[in-house]
C-alpha cells in the first residue's frame, strides 16, 4: 500500500498539517509588487529582492 497514509485516533493528520514547517511572511514573495498575467507568478518588490539576497549572503555557510 505504498503512498497511503494511515489515519487513526492516535495519530491524526490534521494536527500535523496545522503546524507551519517555514515562516513565510518574511519571505521574497511575501511583499508582492506585480503579478505576470498569464501564469500568475508573483513578482517580489525590488526591496525584498534585496532583502533576501542580504539574508542569503550573510548566511552563507
Do not use: L
Not at 503512498?3 to 511583499?31: L, R, Y
Not at 508582492?32 to 539574508?55: D, G, L, Q, T, Y
Amino acid at each position: 500500500m505504498k503512498g497511503v497514509i494511515v489515519v487513526d485516533k492516535n495519530n491524526n493528520k490534521e494536527s500535523f498539517m496545522a503546524m507551519p514547517i517555514e515562516k513565510h511572511d518574511t519571505a521574497a514573495w511575501a511583499n508582492i509588487a506585480n503579478m505576470k498575467p498569464i501564469c500568475n507568478v508573483s513578482i517580489p518588490s525590488e526591496v525584498e529582492v534585496r532583502n533576501a539576497k542580504e539574508w542569503v549572503d550573510t548566511n552563507q555557510k
